[in-house]
């Protein structure tokens, strides 16, 4: 064994948060393009050059969400169980959207007809902004808790419904993951598309970093006073066998905020969330596009990050049952499981990175309205 048992459990919570970012950011970026698609491209030549922006990466970034995916099922075999429960029609939501993106990226210029052509357009937006939406929805949910428990056989059963997700709090951390996707999108489209474009892109990337800034702000203040968090009061071993009923768990105001005062490093979560916002505002305007989008991607770290850390060491927290409660040290896979996965986690991930980066060094370009019209049969 490479590491002991709670060693690789911390490990594995800190590669979950890698590859969640990992995603927002790669194929967050295409969904920030497809969100932005209507509205930033005014002719049917227009929006090709906005599309063919993330035309040979946007399949390729799907590896991140597969990815990530896949390490939350064998790492949290629990959550992935108890999640479909509750959050199942959510995910079915997600997954009929995405439908959308393959199909509209392959068909949409397949017929020279306006009709169909801009049908396909607000298919790629419904594809790409409504998984953003619900993946936030879904964080807030987390963060208030969910209401799931456990039967005498360790079945988890969920007690709420569809519409009950649709709160207040969880619709205002859809706007954030919304405008951070977005945010991310215009500062590519900046950086990817040639002056026409580009000014409505930086025009885009200024609103949603202003929307993103106002609707985190909201959020940490809404859950800092207006939502109660989670707290672990009594647990077995961290050794012992993981069994998620085995803790006493009480519900306090503000607990969400205890690893901030605990451990002060973890603020650089939400302060490069918010200066990654500012900072990409400011590049955008500054004509510097490059800097726009490495400042964006740190909000998605950051974000990501910020959501985690509060939650910490709970995953999946129980609104009706507390001491059922999911969390990183009794939710796990065995101690072989996430050394494997680790191993593989070591020798893959890096690999993904290089072909990645290889990927986009070879097809780095400023995409113009000239190179789109006169590839009419090879270019999306």
């Known amino acids: 064994m490479i590491f002991d048992y709670e060693t690789l459990k911390f490990i594995w919570w800190l590669l979950v948060g890698v590859l969640l970012a990992g995603f927002a950011i790669m194929d967050g970026m295409d969904m920030g393009v497809g969100a932005l698609l209507p509205?930033?491209?005014?002719?049917?030549?227009?929006?090709?050059?906005?599309?063919?922006?993330?035309?040979?990466h946007w399949d390729g970034n799907q590896v991140w969400f597969i990815t990530a995916g896949g390490a939350i099922f064998a790492a949290w075999p629990a959550v992935y169980a108890a999640s479909f429960s509750g959050f199942y029609f959510a995910m079915l939501l997600v997954l009929f959207a995405l439908f959308l993106r393959p199909v509209g990226f392959d068909y949409r210029s397949k017929l020279d007809d306006p009709r169909w052509r801009n049908t396909w357009d607000w298919g790629l937006l419904v594809g790409s902004a409504v998984p953003a939406l619900v993946f936030g929805v879904a964080f807030g949910n987390l963060l208030q808790g969910v209401p799931f428990h456990y039967d005498d056989i360790m079945r988890p059963w969920y007690t709420g419904g569809f519409f009950g997700l649709l709160n207040p709090f969880a619709l205002l951390t859809?706007?954030?993951?919304?405008?951070?996707?977005?945010l991310h999108g215009a500062t590519f489209l900046q950086l990817r598309t040639e002056p026409v474009i580009a000014d409505r892109a930086r025009q885009a990337a200024g609103l949603a970093a202003l929307v993103f800034i106002a609707a985190f702000a909201l959020a940490g203040i809404w859950l800092a006073f207006g939502i109660d968090g989670y707290e672990i009061v009594s647990d077995r071993p961290h050794g012992a066998l993981p069994v998620p009923v085995g803790k006493e768990v009480v519900v306090a105001a503000g607990a969400w905020l205890e690893n901030y005062s605990r451990h002060p490093v973890t603020l650089l979560a939400p302060l490069t969330a918010f200066g990654g916002a500012a900072l990409a505002l400011l590049f955008s305007?500054?004509?510097?596009?490059?800097?726009?989008?490495?400042?964006?991607?740190?909000v998605q770290i950051g974000t990501i990050f910020t959501a985690g850390v509060s939650m910490f060491p709970f995953i999946m927290p129980s609104s009706t049952h507390p001491g059922h409660s999911l969390t990183m040290w009794d939710a796990t896979s065995s101690?072989?499981?996430?050394?494997?996965?680790?191993?593989?986690?070591?020798?893959?991930?890096?690999?993904?990175?290089?072909?990645?980066?290889?990927?986009?060094?070879?097809?780095?370009?400023v995409v113009t309205v000239k190179e789109i019209e006169e590839q009419t049969h090879l270019a999306y």
Do not use: Q
């Open 39 to 56: 509205f930033l491209g005014k002719n049917d030549a227009e929006r090709r050059v906005i599309i063919n922006t993330v035309g040979p």
């Open 174 to 182: 859809g706007v954030v993951s919304l405008s951070m996707i977005v």
């Open 285 to 298: 305007r500054a004509g510097r596009p490059g800097w726009a989008f490495f400042s964006s991607a740190l």
């Open 335 to 365: 101690h072989l499981t996430l050394n494997v996965m680790f191993i593989a986690a070591v020798i893959f991930v890096p690999i993904i990175i290089a072909y990645t980066s290889w990927n986009f060094w070879k097809m780095w370009r």
